[in-house]
C-alpha cells in the first residue's frame, strides 16, 4: 500500500482517537443504548468499560496502521477496507442519531471528519486496486 494510503488510515485512527474523546466527554455509554449495554460487557462500571473499549480500538488502529499496512502484509487491503467501513457506518450514525434526537448527541462533531477520511480512503484503495 502506497505511502500516501497509509498516512490517511493513519489520519483516520487520529480522527478516531478524537471522536473517542468526543464521545467520552460527552458520556456515550449513558445516553447511547448500545454503547451501554457493550459497556456493560466489559465492566460493572460503564465508564470504564468505555474506556477499555476505546483505547482497544485506538490501539487496534495504530497496530493496523504501523505493522501490516506498512509493512504491506498481505492482508492490508482488507485491514484498511475494515476501517473504511466501521468509520463510515460511525460518521453517519452520529449525524443520523442526532437528527432523530433533535440534538447534540456525543461524537457529532468529529462524525464528518470520519466520514470524509474513510470515503477518501475508500477513493484510494479503489484507485490502487
Known amino acids: 500500500m502506497s505511502l500516501s494510503r497509509t498516512r490517511l488510515l493513519g489520519a483516520l485512527v487520529a480522527a478516531q482517537a478524537a471522536h473517542s474523546l468526543e ?11 448500545p454503547a451501554t449495554f ?17 483505547v482497544a480500538i485506538v490501539a487496534f488502529g495504530l497496530w ?4 501490516p ?6 492482508g492490508a487491503y482488507a485491514l484498511a477496507w475494515f476501517w473504511v467501513v466501521l468509520e463510515a457506518i460511525n460518521g453517519i450514525g452520529h449525524p443520523v442519531w ?12 468529529t462524525a464528518p471528519i470520519l466520514l470524509a477520511l474513510s470515503l477518501l480512503l475508500a477513493y484510494h484503495l479503489r484507485r490502487e486496486a
Open 98 to 109: 442526532a437528527l432523530r434526537q433533535g440534538e447534540y448527541v456525543p461524537g457529532l462533531v
Open 64 to 67: 493496523s496502521v504501523l505493522w
Open 23 to 33: 464521545e467520552y466527554e460527552g458520556r456515550l455509554w449513558e445516553s447511547f443504548p
Open 38 to 54: 457493550i459497556t456493560a460487557l466489559v465492566s460493572r462500571d460503564r465508564e470504564f468499560g468505555f474506556l477499555v473499549l476505546n
Open 69 to 74: 499496512v506498512r509493512r504491506g502484509w498481505p
